[in-house]
Nanobody
Framework: QVQLVESGGGLVQAGGSLRLSCLASVSIRSLGTMGWFRQVSGNQREPVATITSGGDTQYFGSAKGRFTISADNVKDTVTLVMDSLAHEDTAVYYC?????????????WGQGTQVTVSS
């Protein structure tokens, strides 16, 4: 069982920045991929950025060029720095961890943290 605890959400003005953190209950080096997703009420959860245990990153949609994902293997924390925030970034942001065990994909989610960007 993997527990993920997000922090760092809040209210910010458009153009501002926020830093989200996700603390894992296990060594993140044992996790295949960690990432951030977001969900607006009534919409599907969508990927924002991911990072593998090898350090490869991937960004999705409007996150490209504005957001930065990083991992701290000592603190078992994955961080998402969001710059140039826009109203459209308002959502609940979720941390996710995925890894494979015996051919089965395991996926865990944090409880989510609200990000609100005022226009």
């Amino acid at each position: 069982q993997v527990q993920l605890v997000e922090s760092g959400g809040g209210l910010v003005q458009a153009g501002g920045s926020l830093r989200l953190s996700c603390l894992a209950s296990v060594s993140i080096r044992s996790l295949g991929t960690m990432g951030w997703f977001r969900q607006v009420s009534g919409n599907q959860r969508e990927p924002v950025a991911t990072i593998t245990s090898g350090g490869d990153t991937q960004y999705f949609g409007s996150a490209k060029g504005r957001f930065t994902i990083s991992a701290d293997n000592v603190k078992d924390t994955v961080t998402l720095v969001m710059d140039s925030l826009a109203h459209e970034d308002t959502a609940v942001y979720y941390c996710n961890a995925q890894y494979w065990v015996g051919g089965r994909r395991m996926s865990y989610w944090g409880q989510g943290t609200q990000v609100t960007v005022s226009s």
